[in-house]
Structure formats: structure tokens, C-alpha cells
């Protein structure tokens, strides 16, 4: 671009993409520059909105937990309540989202109403876990509890052995890929400037302001850098003397051949979840691995979350496998993002750490990090989710 950009967004994935669209919507000069490096978090991800799911702990968090603790049938501790409603208010936007974002870019996330997300229980351990979790509810919600026939009744392949399941109502799923896609194309109808071969090397500081970025040989000015690098946020932010806690956890994926209809939920358990796409394959994942950055598939995951899939669908034992890959979750130390500036800097602001939770909290994280970089006051308040939690 001709001008200087007044901001400049690292990183291209599902988080610096809602971030530019929502910045282009603000007639701000925007540059987006990403690199097309293997392992990217959107590639991890089933596309689950599971809101609620994920807050109190039905959904990924399970699977973090039993990675963490060896406990493979206890579960985690709810996130803040903060956080909860900070993902329900991201997940409401999805319905209008879906539309805007077809009508701009021409590219149909395929969001997808379903029966919401099953966790199942196959020990005494997951049943009282999910007994536990009445408090970390709003008021609104409620987990419906069902026995084996009756999760049977609605899901007909699941296993004779289990015990029961718990359901959560309106948990819906998208497709990831797309979505990042979507947010990048619409940002770029909207005039925003993308340079996808572009290696961000470090941050260009002076004093107490970020005043740019270094690519190569090369160093691009601005007025505010937006640092929406993913599990490379961390290293991104060291490059100035920043210590932001954000690290990457492995996920490995398995998706099977193309099938006919067979679950309509989501699925969720200590082992894995499994999530039916809309093209019939049905999507295994994920574990949760501090592997740094390498992104090789092991046979040892690969086995255990297809051992976990045939557990809960006995059919699958049955079904080839098509692929099996690795992404690369940013995660941080209390499992919440890392949003907006850091103390005694100005021009950088963070758009780190979505973790588990990124696909969700992406329309409503690209809204409050955009208010920031213009000036506007932010939808709901980012206080929690400062960088200044961890000093």
C-alpha cells in the first residue's frame, strides 16, 4: 500500500482476519500480513460454537484436563464467569455473521443449527462431575441429563455401554476453514491490503511506543501493531522485551471417509469429541499436547483418539480413515485469551491466546480489539483479559 497503514495485523488466522473485517468496517487503513506456516489453530479445530460447553468444561476442556491431570474421567474447573458470557454474547452473532459474511466475501461458513452438545458418560466419575456443574450455568441454560436410552433414542449409533450423556441445547458448529477465509476475503472487499508471503521477523520499538514491524530487511511503519499471531504471539511479542504467556498445544485430527448420516450432535467425551461435517466425514479430535511447535502426527494420538471414537460410535471401527493432522492451539496459563495493550506500551495491542475457544470468540474478539485500536469503548469491558493478569 501506498500509505502508512494505520494499523498493521499480524497474523491471518481465524483471530487477526475477524479483527481486520471489523477494523475495515471503520474506514481504517489496515495491512494484514501472515505467513503460510504449517499448524495454524483454525486447522485444529471441529468448528464447535459450544459456548457454554466449553466454559464449564463439556466440551475440549475435558480432553485438556485428562491431558494435564492423567484423571481420564474427572473434569476441569468452569472459566470465569466473565468469560462464559463474553463467549455466549461471540456466539450470538453467528446467525447475522453467517449472512454478511456470504453477502461480501461470496463464501458460506456453513453454520449449522444442530441438537447441541452431547457429553457422554461412560463412568460414575463423569456422572458426578456433570451434577457439579449446576452453578456454572446462567441462569438462562440448563443441562439436561439423559439416561442410555433416552441419548440413545436421539443418537442411535452411540454405544450400548454407555451410562448416560448430558445435553446442552444449542451448541451449533461451523466450518473453521471457511470462516478464516470468509473474514479475510470480506476484509479485503472492504479495502483492506494483504500480503499472505510476508514473515514478520519482530516488532520495531521506540521508547514506550511500538512503531512497526520488521519483515525481512524490511520495516513497515504504522500506528498500531495488533499482534494476532497464534501460538507464535509469544515469540512475536519477545522480539520487544513483552513476556506474553501464550504457548503452543498440539492437537491432532482425525477425520474419516465421507459417510452417511450418523450423528447429529456434537459430540464430547473425556477422550475426544467427533463432530459429523457437513459433507458426511465425521471429524475426531483433539488432543492437547506441549509438543512446542512441531506439528508431526504420532501414530500412539492417532490410535487413542480413535480407540475414544470407537468407544462412543461402535460403527466407526468399520469406517477408513482419510487424514490425520496437527494443529497448533495458543494456550495461556488460565485457559483465557490475552486482549488488548500491554502496560507502559502504546501503540501494540494483543489478540493472543484463543486456545480452545478461539472459533467462538472470534466475531466478538475482531469487535472489541478493533474498538481499542480506534478509540471506541469496547462492547464489554477487556479488564480481564489484559496481558497485566500475569505480572
Same mark, same amino acid.
Given at each position: 500500500?501506498?500509505?502508512?497503514?494505520?494499523?498493521?495485523?499480524?497474523?491471518?488466522g481465524?483471530?487477526?482476519?475477524?479483527?481486520?473485517?471489523?477494523?475495515?468496517?471503520?474506514?481504517?487503513?489496515?495491512?494484514?500480513? *501472515?505467513?503460510a506456516?504449517?499448524?495454524?489453530?483454525?486447522s485444529?479445530?471441529?468448528?464447535?460454537?459450544?459456548?457454554?460447553?466449553?466454559?464449564? /468444561?463439556?466440551?475440549?476442556?475435558?480432553?485438556?484436563?485428562?491431558?494435564?491431570?492423567? #484423571?481420564?474421567?474427572? /473434569?476441569?474447573?468452569? %472459566?470465569?464467569?466473565?468469560?462464559?458470557?463474553?463467549?455466549?454474547?461471540?456466539?450470538?452473532?453467528?446467525?447475522?455473521?453467517?449472512?454478511?459474511l456470504? *453477502?461480501?466475501?461470496? %463464501?458460506?461458513?456453513?453454520?449449522s443449527?444442530?441438537?447441541?452438545?452431547?457429553?457422554?458418560?461412560? #463412568?460414575?466419575? #463423569?456422572?458426578?462431575?456433570?451434577?457439579? $456443574?449446576?452453578?456454572?450455568? &446462567?441462569?438462562?441454560?440448563r443441562?439436561?441429563?439423559?439416561?442410555?436410552?433416552?441419548?440413545?433414542?436421539?443418537e442411535?449409533?452411540?454405544?450400548p455401554?454407555?451410562?448416560?450423556?448430558?445435553?446442552?441445547?444449542?451448541?451449533?458448529?461451523? !466450518?473453521?476453514? %471457511?470462516?478464516?477465509?470468509?473474514?479475510?476475503?470480506?476484509?479485503?472487499?472492504n479495502?483492506?491490503?494483504?500480503?499472505? *508471503?510476508?514473515? +514478520?521477523?519482530?516488532?520495531?520499538?521506540e521508547?514506550?511506543?511500538?512503531?512497526g514491524?520488521?519483515?525481512?530487511?524490511e520495516?513497515?511503519?504504522?500506528?498500531?501493531?495488533?499482534?494476532?499471531?497464534?501460538?507464535?504471539?509469544?515469540?512475536?511479542?519477545?522480539?520487544?522485551?513483552? *513476556?506474553?504467556? +501464550?504457548?503452543?498445544?498440539?492437537?491432532?485430527?482425525?477425520?474419516? #471417509?465421507? %459417510?452417511?448420516?450418523?450423528?447429529h450432535?456434537?459430540?464430547?467425551?473425556?477422550?475426544? =469429541?467427533?463432530?459429523?461435517?457437513?459433507h458426511?466425514?465425521?471429524?475426531? @479430535?483433539?488432543?492437547?499436547?506441549?509438543?512446542?511447535?512441531?506439528?508431526?502426527?504420532?501414530?500412539?494420538?492417532?490410535?487413542? $483418539?480413535?480407540?475414544?471414537?470407537?468407544?462412543?460410535? &461402535?460403527?466407526?471401527?468399520?469406517?477408513?480413515?482419510?487424514?490425520?493432522?496437527?494443529?497448533?492451539?495458543?494456550?495461556?496459563?488460565?485457559?483465557?485469551?490475552?486482549? @488488548?495493550p500491554?502496560?507502559?506500551?502504546?501503540? =501494540?495491542? !494483543?489478540?493472543?491466546?484463543?486456545?480452545?475457544?478461539?472459533?467462538?470468540?472470534?466475531?466478538?474478539?475482531?469487535?472489541?480489539?478493533?474498538?481499542?485500536?480506534?478509540?471506541?469503548?469496547?462492547?464489554?469491558?477487556?479488564?480481564?483479559?489484559?496481558?497485566?493478569?500475569?505480572?
Amino acid at each position: 500500500m501506498s500509505q502508512v497503514p494505520d494499523v498493521i495485523v499480524v497474523g491471518a488466522g481465524v483471530i487477526g482476519s475477524a479483527v481486520a473485517f471489523e477494523l475495515s468496517k471503520r474506514s481504517v487503513r489496515v495491512l494484514l500480513l *501472515d505467513e503460510a506456516l504449517p499448524g495454524r489453530a483454525t486447522s485444529a479445530s471441529a468448528g464447535g460454537l459450544w459456548p457454554i460447553g466449553e466454559a464449564i /468444561g463439556l466440551g475440549c476442556g475435558v480432553i485438556y484436563h485428562a491431558a494435564q491431570t492423567g #484423571e481420564a474421567s474427572a /473434569g476441569p474447573a468452569s %472459566l470465569p464467569a466473565v468469560f462464559r458470557d463474553f463467549l455466549a454474547a461471540s456466539n450470538a452473532r453467528f446467525p447475522q455473521l453467517a449472512v454478511e459474511l456470504q *453477502d461480501i466475501s461470496g %463464501l458460506d461458513i456453513e453454520f449449522s443449527p444442530g441438537h447441541g452438545l452431547l457429553f457422554l458418560m461412560f #463412568e460414575e466419575r #463423569e456422572s458426578e462431575f456433570v451434577r457439579g $456443574l449446576a452453578g456454572s450455568l &446462567p441462569p438462562s441454560t440448563r443441562i439436561d441429563v439423559l439416561s442410555a436410552d433416552e441419548v440413545r433414542r436421539l443418537e442411535p449409533a452411540l454405544s450400548p455401554d454407555l451410562k448416560g450423556a448430558a445435553l446442552l441445547s444449542g451448541e451449533h458448529q461451523v !466450518n473453521p476453514m %471457511l470462516l478464516a477465509e470468509a473474514f479475510k476475503r470480506a476484509a479485503m472487499r472492504n479495502g483492506v491490503h494483504s500480503r499472505p *508471503d510476508a514473515r +514478520v521477523t519482530g516488532l520495531r520499538r521506540e521508547g514506550g511506543r511500538v512503531t512497526g514491524v520488521a519483515v525481512g530487511d524490511e520495516t513497515i511503519s504504522c500506528g498500531t501493531v495488533i499482534n494476532a499471531a497464534g501460538a507464535w504471539a509469544g515469540t512475536l511479542a519477545a522480539t520487544i522485551g513483552l *513476556d506474553l504467556p +501464550v504457548f503452543p498445544v498440539r492437537g491432532q485430527i482425525v477425520l474419516t #471417509e465421507t %459417510l452417511p448420516p450418523l450423528l447429529h450432535s456434537c459430540l464430547s467425551t473425556s477422550a475426544c =469429541y467427533l463432530s459429523q461435517k457437513e459433507h458426511g466425514e465425521v471429524l475426531i @479430535g483433539s488432543t492437547t499436547e506441549r509438543a512446542g511447535f512441531d506439528t508431526s502426527v504420532t501414530p500412539a494420538a492417532i490410535q487413542s $483418539l480413535c480407540r475414544g471414537a470407537m468407544r462412543a460410535v &461402535p460403527l466407526l471401527a468399520q469406517v477408513m480413515v482419510k487424514r490425520c493432522w496437527a494443529g497448533l492451539r495458543p494456550g495461556t496459563p488460565d485457559e483465557l485469551p490475552v486482549l @488488548g495493550p500491554a502496560s507502559g506500551l502504546t501503540g =501494540y495491542l !494483543n489478540a493472543a491466546g484463543g486456545f480452545r475457544t478461539g472459533i467462538v470468540a472470534s466475531p466478538l474478539t475482531g469487535e472489541v480489539v478493533a474498538q481499542l485500536a480506534t478509540g471506541e469503548r469496547p462492547t464489554l469491558p477487556v479488564e480481564p483479559f489484559l496481558m497485566r493478569r500475569f505480572e
